[in-house]
């Protein structure tokens, strides 16, 4: 099976290793504002704004099914949580504390978290419709 790195050595312009843990925040919203302009993501990927919520469940969909398969495969606890006021670094002490962890992954912590959310609007034809901040979040 082909490797994360061998299969986008192309796109990739370095690696970050270390030897304690790693902690990534980030959505996928940092990429609608490339190139100052909300609509360049979508238009890369090809997604017409009236797929964009079937779009955004497929890829919600893919991540978590990527979470869980790398719980799966590292023998890992899958903790889900319901509030973003739970510390995800306590929760991670303590399973390494109690498991007696000195390397590698300690869990895999999911958690939706309140975002910025977008709504198409315009009227037809479709062609004319464009994407825009909802401001209901």
């Known amino acids: 099976m082909e490797t994360f790195l061998e299969r986008y050595d192309s796109k990739i312009g370095g690696v970050i290793s270390t030897f304690d843990r790693m902690i990534f925040k980030g959505h996928i919203l940092l990429s609608f504002f490339q190139k100052g302009n909300r609509h360049h993501y979508l238009f890369q990927e090809k997604v017409l704004f009236k797929d964009f919520g079937k779009y955004a469940k497929k890829v919600s969909g893919e991540i978590k099914d990527k979470a869980r398969e790398l719980s799966d495969k590292e023998g890992r606890p899958l903790i889900p949580l319901d ?15 109690e498991e007696g962890i000195k390397e590698g992954l300690i869990c895999v912590i999911t958690m939706v978290e309140r975002c910025v959310s977008f709504d198409t609007k315009g009227t037809p034809p479709i062609s004319k419709r464009s994407l825009l901040k909802n401001n209901s979040s």
């Open 83 to 97: 509030s973003s006021r739970i510390s995800k670094e306590d929760i991670a002490r303590k399973v390494q504390k």
